[in-house]
């Protein structure tokens, strides 16, 4: 821009220059000019690609979990193996472990095989153990134990199938690499095949991945996210109660009562610095602090939430200072005017209306707590497998269970490609929950935000 | 749970203490509250706060001190003799505990007596299997010492018990019946409550001094701790990772250092120019329709948890690069766990950071100087890298060295992308380690906290918050030092 002052182009400058024909000089500037738009276009879009490749891959590796492949099993409840005894004693009954419903699955599975005509060299019931899940068993005894009078019936049951008949049907089994698959063989793929056209294998919505327990990890269709929905709640229930009033009122005295001094200004300093500390390190200090030190439970909800409301706070007070600040001093000096005392000025008047804001900044801070993994792993969240749903409140503080993102670490960790799928799929849930959460702070700032 | 009945309770207290504050304000105005210092509600208010703060202040730090306090005299009582030659006092003590709380449950649940369980005696009765039992499973047989210990525990714990109980009951009576007693027409309650409410909010505000202390105290004292057992020189200049947890461990932390470093600096490379073309794009070119759906859109890859970016590492990028680099393709890759895979993603999860950032910092720079720019005959780009770069690199740098601590300290991607093995090596594609992913294999298990293999966790943690917390401190120098103010 400065060129039209250097000499050579003084000198050499042609008489008859015209706007009207564009000189190679400006030519070349035209394009460097349309070559830079057209890389902050690239950058831009390169952005927006990467973030339809990441919710496609979610979308695309996670809805399979939502569906689930359910074998309808007629099942003859035996009474000669069930109940030995005849006398229906419940406690007798009992004592018939997992073991005992096996075969009668089995020979249930067999005789739908044998009657909708598919021809098979698998000609025991036993054969048909590799495509029932090992949770049909426990099925079936609960349902026999509340209701015992179903023995000597012929009961109609919809029993999982095992995962791999499961990843057949969602093509993520196929059938050449199952010849080294010790766990299935492509008869029972065949088999497969012709019960889909029966109509007795169905692959239906999955409900159970929803609210159910975490399984162990040979049993991934089985497993559900439900027990860690039920944790992470917990957890978000301790860090609202603390976090809300603990930063509402830390905001509210840095910034309508703090005078200046050092005191003051070690606390703006630690604040600003802890937000950005990495979560890692709140884990560190969560471990050192609540379960080396104070010996509270490990894998508690109780400790993820404090561990949390420690590192949701900075956010809280951050956005809550903003907000607060955004109340014109006019409100306060009209307040202070009719005699109000300061610290009615500002919980009477300034603090109802910057709640909105508060509102949103704490939803946006609980969001982030929600996601949050790294603390949780330090805290022992990892590793317990959730399978028990909590009883009571005081049970769902302190007894060990995971959290969401927690749960799907866990399964991610499995190296099963089932696991995998499940593990997509809590990310959709999660991510669910977020977007609900985010939604809702963005409408409570559409709806109530004021401009001054 | 004797300490939520005592929470209750207090605060049944002081809701009755509200009401009777109030009324007898009242009363002593001879119901007209025109003749009271304050409003009515300020009296009552006086004595619930009175009743209820001191109370629960005592009871926190009462469960604090208690545990620990026993924990202390029964640790100090308990004979070296004790103490098997394999084992320390911490984990005999976990033992301790242990017993106890399976006695206390066998209490509850009516296996055994109160007295039962006060005079068990080792000889005589099998306590493993008694507690069993009741479902607390025991590791070793327990000896008479821990028994004893155990029992003494129990019994300390019932008397602090006990003693919390009274001293909080008499602490809320004590503030009830003193509020109550200066409650009358001139006293000025108001000013009392309002005191009170300011040192709560001071209280409040100092949770965020009392984070960061607890995490420096936490760190230096485990660190020191790791200090005494494994050599500080040969922890930060050792070029070898290999903690075993049977003893002989060399715990180098220069190829963690090395492999965040390269990982962060890929992360970098990514981000970096997406991230400030995106902004230079949106805040100066890009029309308002394209601004408004494209920034939030951006904005949502920073809203993404890490776990969704670890998972999407581990199960699309890698496996991805795999096909492409790995031994079908060019053959420099072996498995989908990388440098490369991390630092791919952690750089897509850095974009709108920086982004954000830099168009904040690209708007703050004055119309006027663009202005002058075009009025000068300059093009948009031209304006671009000469006068508003120039004008806002301060704040850039600040935002890529915040976005450079973020990665250093970022922890999922890593630990589900980029691999458990620890080398120096410059190959991008080779699975390499992180400071942070080793904290999370170091303290995850049932690592005992004294050994040198968990408590090196710590020192790492020590290199991390350091590192991170200097290049926050850092960029904030740098903004303020060169920033160009306008007006």
């Known amino acids: 821009m400065t060129d039209a002052s250097l000499p050579e182009n003084s000198a050499a400058a042609p008489a008859h220059r015209s706007l009207n024909t564009v000189d190679a000089r400006t030519r070349k500037r035209n394009r460097a000019e349309a070559r830079f738009r057209a890389y902050g276009i690239a950058a831009v879009a390169t952005g927006l690609v990467f973030l339809v490749i990441l919710l496609g891959s979610i979308l695309f590796n996670g809805v399979g979990a939502f569906q689930q492949t359910f074998i309808k099993v007629p099942v003859y409840l035996d009474p000669a193996k069930l109940d030995k005894s005849g006398e229906r004693d419940i406690e007798a009954i009992k004592k018939v472990s997992t073991f005992g419903y096996t075969p009668l699955i089995q020979q249930g599975l067999f005789d739908v095989v044998q009657a909708a005509g598919i021809e098979t060299p698998l000609a025991k019931p036993g054969d048909m153990k590799q495509m029932i899940s090992p949770s049909a068993a426990a099925q079936v005894r609960d349902t026999v134990i509340e209701n015992p009078d179903l023995i000597g019936q012929t009961v109609d049951f919809r029993i999982l199938a095992s995962s791999r008949v499961d990843g057949y049907l969602k093509d993520r089994v196929f059938r050449e690499d199952v010849v080294r698959d010790k766990n299935i063989d492509v008869e029972h793929l065949d088999i497969v095949d012709g019960l889909v056209a029966a109509g007795i294998v169905v692959k239906e919505f999955n409900l159970t991945f929803i609210t159910g327990a975490d399984a162990s990890e040979s049993r991934p269709e089985q497993a559900g996210l439900g027990v860690s929905i039920l944790g992470s709640f917990f957890m978000m229930l301790v860090v609202l109660a603390l976090s809300l009033p603990i930063g509402v009122a830390a905001s509210i005295y840095l910034e309508e009562f703090a005078p200046k001094n050092r005191f003051t200004d070690l606390i703006e300093v630690n604040i600003s610095n802890l937000a950005a500390v990495p979560s890692i390190v709140f884990g560190i200090l969560g471990l050192a602090v609540f379960i080396q030190f104070a010996h509270l439970p490990q894998s508690a909800p109780l400790v993820g939430g404090l561990t949390l409301t420690l590192m949701t706070l900075p956010t809280i007070v951050i956005s809550t200072r903003a907000s607060l600040k955004s109340v014109p001093p006019s409100i306060r000096d009209a307040a202070l005017g009719v005699g109000a005392s300061k610290m009615q000025a500002v919980f009477h008047h300034v603090l109802p209306m910057a709640m909105p804001g508060i509102l949103t900044g704490t939803i946006i801070g609980l969001a982030q707590a929600l996601g949050e993994t790294a603390p949780l792993l330090l805290i022992g969240m990892v590793g317990y497998i959730a399978t028990n749903y909590p009883d009571g409140l005081a049970s769902g503080f302190m007894d060990p269970n995971s959290a969401m993102p927690a749960q799907i670490f866990e399964w991610a960790k499995r190296a099963d490609p089932a696991y995998y799928e499940r593990a997509w799929g809590g990310i959709i849930i999660l991510l669910v929950f977020l977007m609900t959460m985010n939604i809702i702070a963005i409408i409570l700032r559409r709806r109530f935000e004021r401009r001054w | ?487």
Do not use: C
């Open chain 2, 1 to 487: 749970m004797p300490a939520t009945w005592l929470v209750l309770i207090v605060l049944a207290l002081s809701a009755i203490g509200y009401v009777l504050g109030r009324q007898r304000a009242l009363q002593n105005a001879g119901g007209d509250s025109r003749a009271l210092h304050s409003l009515p509600s300020y009296y009552g208010w006086h004595v619930a706060l009175m009743a209820l703060v001191p109370a629960t202040g005592l009871l926190a730090v009462w469960l604090i001190a208690q545990p620990l306090l026993v924990e202390n005299t029964i640790a100090g009582q308990l004979p070296d003799s004790a103490i098997p030659e394999s084992s320390t006092r911490s984990l005999v003590m976990s033992d301790v505990r242990r017993v106890a709380d399976g006695l206390d449950l066998a209490v509850s649940q009516g296996a055994m007596t109160r007295d039962d369980a006060a005079t068990l005696r080792s000889e005589f009765t099998q306590v493993r299997e008694r507690l069993a039992e009741v479902g607390v499973a025991l590791g070793s047989d327990v000896n008479a010492a821990v028994l004893s210990a155990a029992q003494d525990y129990r019994s300390m714990s019932r008397v602090g018990n006990l003693m919390m109980t009274i001293a909080v009951l008499a602490i809320a009576a004590l503030g009830f019946v003193y509020a109550l007693s200066r409650t009358d027409r001139d006293f000025r309650a108001r000013n009392v409550v309002e005191q009170g409410i300011r040192a709560l909010l001071v209280a409040a505000a100092s949770v965020a001094v009392l984070t960061t202390l607890g995490i420096v105290l936490s760190l230096i004292f485990n660190t020191l701790e790791f200090f005494k057992l494994y050599s500080a020189w040969d922890f930060f200049f050792g070029t070898t990772w290999a903690p075993s947890f049977g003893g002989g461990s060399e715990l180098g932390v220069l190829p963690l250092l090395w492999g965040t470093f390269y990982i962060s600096l890929i992360a970098l490379l990514v981000a970096v120019p997406i991230g400030l073309f995106s902004a230079v794009y949106l805040s100066e070119y890009a029309p308002g329709k394209v601004r408004s759906v494209a920034k939030p859109l951006l904005e949502v890859l920073a809203g993404i948890p890490t776990i969704v970016y670890g998972l999407f590492a581990l199960l699309t990028v890698g496996p991805l690069l795999v096909q492409i680099f790995g031994d079908d393709g060019v053959g420099i890759m072996q498995a989908s766990t990388a440098v490369m895979t991390a630092g791919l993603v952690m750089g897509i999860m850095l974009i709108p950071f920086v982004s954000s950032l830099s168009d904040d910092i690209i708007n703050a720079v004055p119309q006027a100087m663009r202005d002058g720019s075009y009025g000068l005959g300059a093009t948009k780009s031209e304006t671009v890298r000469q006068v508003i770069l120039p004008a806002a690199l301060p704040g850039i740098v600040g935002a890529i060295l915040l976005a450079a601590s973020r990665a250093i300290g970022e922890t999922m991607i890593v630990v589900l992308g980029a691999g458990a093995a620890a080398r120096l090596s410059m190959n991008p594609f080779d699975a390499m380690t992180t400071v942070t992913a080793k904290i999370v294999s170091q303290l995850t298990g049932d690592a005992d906290f004294a050994s040198a293999e968990a408590l090196v966790a710590f020192a790492l943690g020590m290199t991390l918050f350091v590192l991170t917390l200097g290049l926050n401190v850092f960029a904030l120098f740098i903004v303020r030092k060169y920033r160009e103010q306008y007006e």
